[in-house]
């Protein structure tokens, strides 16, 4: 569930529900892409169960 603010646009709303719709189009078209999703970012997964187990903690000023 997203509840907006009160002080989000009419336009940013209506442009977050077409951007929702389409990513729910492109996953009922193509399930790979969406499952396969983030294509863009250094990195793809992060994997928590293991980060739980070997946290890479770093104190640096």
Same mark, same amino acid.
């Given at each position: 569930?997203?509840?907006?603010?009160?002080?989000?646009?009419?336009? %940013?709303?209506?442009?977050?529900?077409? &951007?929702?719709?389409?990513?729910?189009?492109? $996953?009922?078209?193509? !399930?790979? /892409?969406?499952? %396969?999703?983030?294509?863009?970012?250094? &990195?793809?997964?992060?994997?928590?169960?293991? $980060?739980?187990?070997? !946290?890479? /903690?770093?104190?640096?000023?």
């Amino acid at each position: 569930m997203i509840e907006p603010t009160e002080t989000e646009k009419i336009e %940013d709303l209506d442009e977050f529900c077409d &951007v929702m719709i389409a990513i729910a189009e492109e $996953a009922k078209n193509n !399930p790979q /892409l969406v499952l %396969d999703a983030p294509l863009t970012t250094p &990195v793809r997964r992060l994997d928590d169960a293991l $980060a739980v187990r070997k !946290p890479n /903690l770093k104190w640096t000023e």
